[in-house]
């Protein structure tokens, strides 16, 4: 579909045309291409293309089609997970003794792949802080290949300056890449800031009903999508139609999602803030979000996660998160249902205790995942469990 078209609308119809030819029946949502091969009529001619389902499925095609869209570049590829994804963009395009500039409070898994998995092939990686973008340029050696930063991190929200890291980035011939899964493309698009690969846990919000796994890649640059997507068919952790089927339904109501993530977010951020039994409030939609300037230079909205610390202990925190009645105690984000989650003892256990303070991650630093539910609803929940 051509660029002039708005996000929602792009959302709901790329990728999608129904296919009113002769003896089709012109399905206005894209059928689920089930079949793990394609007969043809010559041998020398797969059929519109498509020959195995691993290399490419019709289901498949229409939401990489509908992902390139959304973020406004021409290709978009789609696997089985946000790590898969990011395993195939790593091995795709880095080889043997290469190394890579990361931000410090990378995504668990992530720095798990990176550290543990990686580094067994020979890729190595240093890590610099997103709040200091001249780190990023000190921790280029000879060997750099690539940069690979969060827009928002987890849990306390750093912004990364894509522009300026695109800047470095250019300067030395890297590659920038950008997980912008705590964003959504609704929010942000990384592309246009000057990121050469985009990347979400499509298990987020794109996904968003908690409900599949899947891992997405955008990208402009005609070279580096060849080289990931060959990656994905040689290895092969591509996303299932059904998953593709799933995905596609999410888009299509992304930006009514996020629009109504940020509102309760916001509003629940106001509470938290007034609340005696609450510290600090993290949510890039207050004004004392120390980076609002920069966020609100590359984003147009502030997403759906607020992190907020308790007052009083580890147990206090404990008893607080037992006692919610509608907001779940789960890992995982960007759902429609509110997820809470205690960093220090689920999502960033396995940081180190001085690691995890160093970042910011005390005892009682709570991370919620705002829902779509109604807000008075979870501002009660909220206000009973503190009583
Ligand atoms: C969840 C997540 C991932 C990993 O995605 P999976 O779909 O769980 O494999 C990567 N980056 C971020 C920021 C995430 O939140």
Do not use: C
């Not at 399905?27 to 291409?33: L, S």
């Not at 929010?187 to 690969?197: E, T």
């Amino acid at each position: 579909m051509k660029e002039h078209f708005q996000f929602e609308t792009l959302a709901i119809h790329a990728g999608e045309q129904p296919d009113m030819r002769e003896g089709a029946a012109g399905d206005v949502a894209a059928p689920i291409h089930l079949s793990t091969t394609f007969a043809r009529h010559e041998v020398d001619q797969p059929t519109a293309g498509y020959e195995y389902t691993r290399s490419l499925n019709p289901t498949r095609r229409a939401l990489e089609e509908k992902l390139a869209a959304i973020e406004g570049v021409s290709h978009g590829l789609a696997f089985s997970s946000g790590l898969a994804a990011e395993t195939a963009i790593l091995m795709g395009l880095l080889r043997s003794g290469d190394h890579v500039v990361a931000s410090d409070d990378l995504y668990g898994g992530t720095k798990r792949l990176f550290n543990k998995v990686l580094s067994e092939f020979g890729i190595s990686a240093s890590y610099a802080d997103v709040l200091d973008t001249a780190a990023f340029e000190r921790a280029i050696t000879p060997k750099t290949r690539m940069i690979w930063v969060e827009t928002l991190s987890n849990p306390m929200l750093k912004v990364a300056d894509i522009r300026a890291l695109s800047a470095i980035a250019k300067q030395h011939s890297l590659i920038l890449v950008v997980d912008d899964t705590f964003l959504s493309p609704y929010f942000m698009h990384p592309a246009a800031l000057g990121a050469d690969l985009v990347m979400h846990s499509a298990t987020k919000y794109i996904g968003g009903h908690s409900d599949v796994l899947g891992g997405v890649v955008m990208t402009d640059r005609d070279d580096l999508y060849e080289r990931v997507q060959y990656y994905q068919n040689a290895a092969g952790a591509v996303m299932s139609p059904f998953d593709s089927y799933i995905v596609m339904r999410g888009i299509k109501t992304l930006a009514l999602r996020m629009e109504r993530h940020a509102a309760n977010a916001l509003r629940i951020a106001h509470f938290l803030e007034d609340h005696p039994s609450v510290g600090r409030v993290v949510y890039p939609g207050l004004d004392s979000f120390p980076q609002r300037e920069l966020h609100r230079n590359q984003a147009t909205g502030d997403g759906g996660i607020i992190s907020f610390e308790l007052r009083g202990n580890i147990e206090d925190a404990k008893r607080f998160l037992s006692r919610l009645k509608i907001i779940a105690l789960a890992e995982s984000l960007g759902g429609v249902e509110s997820l809470i989650e205690l960093p220090a003892l689920m999502t960033h256990s396995s940081v180190a205790p001085e690691e995890r303070q160093k970042i910011g991650i005390t005892d009682t630093l709570v991370r919620l995942s705002v829902g779509i539910e109604n807000a008075d609803d979870l501002v009660a929940d909220l206000a009973q469990a503190m009583a």
